[in-house]
């Protein structure tokens, strides 16, 4: 995984090896997005809503840091299985402005490469509290591979 930053996004990214259907449907999927996305010491998601479709809205809930947490937006470009764009926007920042992720997936000789693209963290305080899409996407690796 490689990590960069910029004035106003977080880049990762990760291979993974499965193919890019698997690895989009693990990602999006409700039921399955709910199995891998957290782990006991910093993160677990309870609950995720997904009316995946251009302009359809997502939920996540889940507990960590000590408190409810809460991540919603609105979906704004899908190409199955290789882009998804949506808007986020967390509760656990009081300061916290819409942003943009964006997933691409490249599948080559069964291996995918995932890139995410976190844009729009426009101070200092939102790209530090979004350093964690690296433990995300090993989250992802692990899981995709696995089922």
């Keep these: 995984m490689s990590t960069a930053s910029a004035t106003d996004f977080v880049t990762e990214q990760v ?22 996305w957290g782990s006991p010491d910093r993160f677990s998601m309870t609950h995720f809503e997904s009316d995946l479709r251009v302009g359809g809205k997502w939920l996540m809930l889940g ?4 408190r409810d947490v ?8 899908l190409d199955r299985p290789r882009l998804v764009t949506f808007t986020w926007l967390p509760s656990w920042q009081p300061d ?9 997936l490249e599948e080559t000789d069964g291996v995918t490469t995932v890139r995410l693209t976190h844009s729009g ?11 964690g ?5 090993g989250w992802l690796k692990d899981y995709a591979e696995k089922v």
């Design 15 to 36: 291979s993974i090896h499965a193919p890019a259907v698997r690895v989009f449907e693990t990602l999006m999927n409700p039921v399955e997005r709910v199995k891998w």
């Design 63 to 66: 507990t960590g840091y000590g």
């Design 70 to 77: 809460r991540v919603e937006g609105v979906y704004k470009e």
């Design 96 to 104: 916290a402005t819409e942003s943009l992720v964006r997933f691409e």
């Design 121 to 131: 963290l426009v101070t200092q305080a939102s790209r530090e509290s979004h350093r």
């Design 133 to 137: 899409w690296s433990q995300i996407l």
